[in-house]
């Protein structure tokens, strides 16, 4: 059973670049692609893009411009880069995946989440 | 961005059922259908349903999905107090080339 974990700075100061990781255990990332996913305190989730294990990406049109991510499977990793962070992009951060093989599409696991806080 | 439409919240008495819909349009809910996710507070989200209506390993049989249209529905019967979360669906929008979520919706069992 595949599980995730995110990892990364709890507090990114204004105008900088957060960086977070998950790192994907008990399952190879060859078959999925993998997602991160934002949730304010309060709010809904919020898809912030998706890599393929070929390293092809995809972002969300509100987020684009800021966002990058990156992934390496030999140490089972991928990675989201979020620049000119503002108090708007404080939230709890998830990854997850979605079986690319699997018609049924849909994000079947999640990570647990890690809060990041946007703050001087 | 473009998100689907959920109601925000619903209200049951135990042992009734519930049914949540979540409205899109033809690019994302009406293209490929839409998944469910369940949410209980300071919990990740956990797929109750996939977007063909398919329930994961170990999802109770209380929970049923259905599509009309642009339209998708999430049946929930005999309410236990433990259903009482935020269900969120979501489907991939095939004009944004992105996944969308409806804003969620609580419910409650009373």
């Known amino acids: 059973q595949v599980q995730l974990q995110e990892s990364g700075p709890g507090l990114v100061k204004p105008s900088e670049t957060l960086s977070l990781t998950c790192t994907v255990s008990?399952?190879?990332?060859?078959?999925?692609?993998w997602s991160w996913i934002r949730q304010p305190a309060g709010k809904g989730l919020e898809w912030i893009g998706r890599?393929?294990?070929?390293?092809?990406?995809n972002y969300s049109p509100s987020l684009k411009d800021r966002v990058t991510m990156s992934l390496d499977t030999s140490r089972n990793q991928f990675s989201l880069s979020l620049t000119s962070v503002t108090a708007a992009d404080t939230a709890t951060y998830y990854c997850?995946?979605?079986?690319?093989?699997?018609?049924?599409?849909?994000?079947?696991?999640w990570g647990q989440g890690t809060m990041v806080t946007v703050s001087s | 961005q473009a998100g689907l439409t959920q109601p925000p919240s619903v209200s049951k008495g135990l042992r009734q059922t519930a049914t949540l819909t979540c409205t899109g349009n033809?690019?994302?809910?009406?293209?490929?259908?839409a998944a469910w996710l369940q949410q209980h507070q300071g919990h990740p989200p956990k797929l109750l349903s996939y977007?063909?209506?398919d329930r994961p390993s170990g999802i109770s049989e209380r929970f049923s999905a259905s599509r009309s249209g642009n339209t998708a529905s999430l049946t929930i019967t005999g309410l236990q107090p433990e259903d009482e979360a935020d269900y969120y669906c979501?489907?991939?929008?095939?004009?944004?080339?992105?996944?969308?979520f409806g804003g969620g919706t609580k419910l409650t069992v009373l």
């Open positions: 997850a995946k979605v079986d690319y093989h699997d018609i049924r599409h849909a994000f079947d696991v």
């Open positions: 979501s489907a991939w929008d095939t004009s944004l080339t992105a996944w969308v």
């Open positions: 033809s690019y994302d809910v009406g293209h490929q259908g």
């Open positions: 890599i393929y294990p070929s390293g092809s990406t």
């Open positions: 977007r063909n209506n």
């Open positions: 008990g399952g190879s990332m060859t078959s999925s692609y």
